[in-house]
């Protein structure tokens, strides 16, 4: 088979594969909802990089939203939420653009500069284009002056006026703080992306588990059951997380608790899609139909969807 031909076989499939999943997006097909994916295109020249970033930080160098619905259709997935790339930071255009060329399958979750004046018309202005969450990360700033800072706090107050989520990247070390912020607003709802990154080391710790498990006496905080190639023995099937995942479905209950891949990084060397989903999927035995229905669909839809 020439190039040419495996490039047009190749690019006839992934139209196809985003047209079904609009499609099934549209006509209200209850499938499952993938809410944590990253997006990124080589071209450059339109979608430059932030400072700091070049193209052979790219990762894989291209993964645009016809390489997800390639993964995602097969496994039943219909709508997928979208988490602004660092290789952008600010510059939130691609995900925007990506939102609006295919209505209905995508929601965001977008990066701004706390620090910038106008963090309310900013929030606003990107609600209106399909964001419905902000997603905040420490680096390597000092935890507690940043959530305290005045542009953080403000981000938390027009979250819990407009209906969105603050996101949270963090170690488990953030969690008290994380906590004390939930404590402040109590009407801003609150995603924790993988687990707080719980088990990267290897092992799930008890002190760091208990730390997370302590944030749901807040009613408004979630945790994304993601990453699981990243956590614990790091290989599938991915079962030696079970027990995390049980004593979080003990705590928050499956209504606050939502799958995710983490793609493209859930798609790289020794991983793949279809066992992602299939530890909530099927590999659980301690998780119920309802459960599972949460966990896979629900919550999602409730927290970044709006229709």
Not at 88 to 115: C, K, Q, T, W
Not at 204 to 232: I, M, N
């Amino acid at each position: 088979m020439t190039t040419s031909r495996r490039r047009f076989l190749s690019t006839s499939l992934a139209a196809a594969a985003a047209g079904n999943l609009t499609q099934c997006a549209s006509s209200g097909a209850a499938g499952a909802v993938d809410a944590h994916v990253h997006v990124w295109t080589p071209d450059t020249a339109r979608y430059p990089l932030a400072p700091g970033f070049a193209r052979a930080d790219m990762r894989p160098a291209s993964f645009t939203p016809e390489q997800i619905f390639a993964h995602a259709r097969p496994a039943g997935v219909s709508r997928v939420v979208l988490i602004q790339m660092s290789y952008y930071r600010f510059d939130n255009r691609y995900m925007l653009d990506s939102i609006a060329a295919h209505p209905g399958v995508f929601a965001g979750v977008a990066i701004i500069d706390e620090h910038a004046p106008d963090v309310r018309g900013r929030m606003k202005a990107l609600a209106a284009r399909g964001v419905t969450g902000f997603r905040v990360h420490t680096g390597e700033k000092d935890i507690e002056s940043w959530l305290g800072s005045p542009g953080m706090a403000e981000m938390w107050r027009v979250a819990a006026d407009e209906n969105l989520s603050i996101c949270l990247l963090i170690n488990p070390e953030a969690l008290p703080a994380v906590d004390k912020m939930c404590a402040r607003f109590p009407r801003t709802p609150v995603v924790v992306d993988h687990f707080a990154r719980i088990g990267m080391s290897g092992a799930v710790e008890r002190a760091q588990l208990d730390r997370l498990l302590h944030l749901a006496r807040h009613p408004l905080a979630h945790v994304k059951t993601s990453a699981f190639y990243a956590l614990g023995k790091k290989r599938p099937p991915y079962t030696d997380l079970g027990p995390m995942i049980r004593e979080c479905r003990d705590a928050y209950g499956a209504q606050r608790l939502m799958w995710a891949s983490d793609c493209p990084f859930q798609v790289g060397p020794g991983h793949n899609y279809p066992d992602s989903i299939a530890l909530i999927r099927g590999r659980l035995d301690f998780l119920s139909a309802s459960d599972r229905a949460w966990m896979l669909r629900k919550t999602a839809e409730r927290v970044f969807f709006r229709a």
